[in-house]
């Protein structure tokens, strides 16, 4: 039976990871565990989107908007934070301290088996070039996994068209677009990009956008 691909969203940007008014993320998981401490005692949560000032979580949760808690993340951080809000079974918390998000990443790919290392979902932003036909169009990458990614535009082509990607100091493979809605469209790469690329490459876009 194959292991289905966890979808939690780490997000790279310094920011809290609460989705776009309008644009909520709308998957159902599975997603990375990790521990909540709400009152002492730890209890298993679901991780659907995590950035370096916050996280929301997924679970049955204790305490109310403003009040404290700490996360245990599979770095073994256990950040403290607070609770933003809560509904429908999540919980938005802003951690007290910025927590390190390339460590986390590291970490999530070491405990992978070595031939099945793949890349997670990281939502970063950045301007791309699409090439269709004889159309080229500039768009603006969402996020990004070693399977494929998210884009944003106002002239996208529309699903089972086949693209190439040019983005500046990352080789992405060729890919189709499987689904479009509004000025956003997934594209599924027709080849897996590698963790050892995209690492280097979102360490140098960080860099760059620090300065």
Sequence with gaps: MTEVESV???????????PEEGRA????????????????????????????????????FRKAAGED??????????????????????????????IDMLALINRKLVSQP?????????EIRCGVYLKWGVNLEPATLRNISAR???LE??????????????????????????WSKDNLAGVELFEELSWTSIIPWIRDAQRLSAN
């Design 25 to 60: 993320a709308g998957l159902n998981g599975p997603f990375d565990t990790g521990l909540i401490y709400d009152n002492g005692t730890p209890r298993e949560c679901s991780i659907r989107n995590i950035s370096t000032l916050g996280a929301i979580l997924c679970g049955e």
């Design 148 to 150: 494929g990614l998210q």
């Design 114 to 122: 070595a031939e099945r290392r793949a890349m997670p979902r990281v």
């Design 8 to 18: 939690t969203t780490f997000v790279m940007e310094n920011r809290l990871p609460w």
């Design 69 to 98: 808690v700490a996360i245990e993340l599979a770095t073994g951080q256990r950040p403290a934070a607070t609770i933003e809000w809560v509904r429908g079974g999540e919980a938005g918390i802003r951690f007290k301290q910025p």
């Design 153 to 178: 535009g106002n002239m996208l082509p529309p699903p089972g068209t086949f693209i190439g990607l040019f983005v500046e100091g990352l080789n992405v493979p060729s890919g189709e677009v499987v």
